[in-house]
C-alpha cells in the first residue's frame, strides 16, 4: 500500500461559523484601565474559542502515585549532577505521556472531516507560561528520547519560549499537548484542547493524600490528571487505554527507561 505522509498542520476542515461573541463594555460607574490585547492574546482568545464552541470535548480524570517516580527522581539527579542534568517531574511526565501514546497509538490522532490522521511519531506540546499569555514548544519524537534529553530540550525551549524567541517550527505543529499547573498548588483542573490536536492532558500537584493501600489507610504523594478530548477522533475507551498506560509509567518509572 502506498506509504504513509504526514499530515498537514491545518488539515482540518473549517469548522462551521459559530455565534459570534458580543463586544462587552464595562459599567460606567466602576473605575477601570483600559488593556490592547497583544497578538498572542488575540490568537488565544480565537482559538480557545474555536475549540469550545465547535470541539466536543469530554473528560477523563485518574489519581496516580507519586511516591516510586519521586524516589527515582532524586537518585537519577544525583547520578546526573555532574553532567548538570537536574531533571524534573514534568520531563518523567512528558516521556510517560510519549510511551503511553506508543503504547495506545489510537490516542495520538487528530479528526480532519472525512478522515482522521493517526501519527506514529509522539511530538508532544508543552504548555509555558509567559508574559500576556502562553506558548506550547514542542519536543518532537518525544517517545525516541531519553529522560536527559526530553530535559535539556525542554529547559532551552523553555527559556527561549519565556524570551519570546522561539521559531515557529519550534511551536508550530504537536501530536498531543501537557498543560500543568502543578507548581501553583492546583490540585486538579480540566485544560482545553489546541486544535487540530486529539487530546490534552491537565496535570494538577502532587501531595500527600490518605489512600487505601492493602485495606489499610496510608499516606502517599498523590497527582490527579484529567485528559481532555476530541470525541470525533477519540472514544472514551481509548482515552481510558491511554491513561492507563500513562499511570502505569508514572507508578513504574524503571519501565522508563528500559
Known sequence: ??????????AAPAAAP?????????PADVPYEEI???????????????????VPHFYLTIDI???RLLAERARLNARLAEAGVKLSVNDFLIRAAALALK?????????AGDR?????????SVAVAVEGGLVTPVIRDAGAKGLAEISREMKALAEKARAGKLLPEEYQGGTFSISNLGMYGIRE????????????LAVGAGEKRPVVVDDAVAIRTMMTVTLAVD???????????FLAAFKGFVEDPITMLL
Open 36 to 54: 490592547k490585547l497583544s497578538g498572542m492574546r488575540k490568537v488565544i482568545a480565537k482559538r480557545m474559542a474555536q475549540s469550545k464552541s465547535h
Open 65 to 67: 502515585a507519586l511516591d
Open 1 to 10: 500500500r502506498p506509504a504513509a505522509t504526514a499530515a498537514p498542520a491545518a
Open 231 to 241: 470525541h470525533r477522533a477519540l472514544d472514551g475507551a481509548i482515552g481510558a487505554a
Open 116 to 124: 482522521m490522521y493517526r501519527f506514529t511519531r509522539q511530538d508532544i
Open 103 to 111: 503504547k495506545v497509538p489510537a490516542a495520538n490522532a487528530m479528526y
Open 189 to 200: 483542573f480540566a485544560a482545553v484542547i489546541n486544535p487540530p490536536q486529539g487530546a490534552i
Open 18 to 26: 459559530g455565534v459570534e461573541a458580543p463586544e462587552f463594555t464595562p
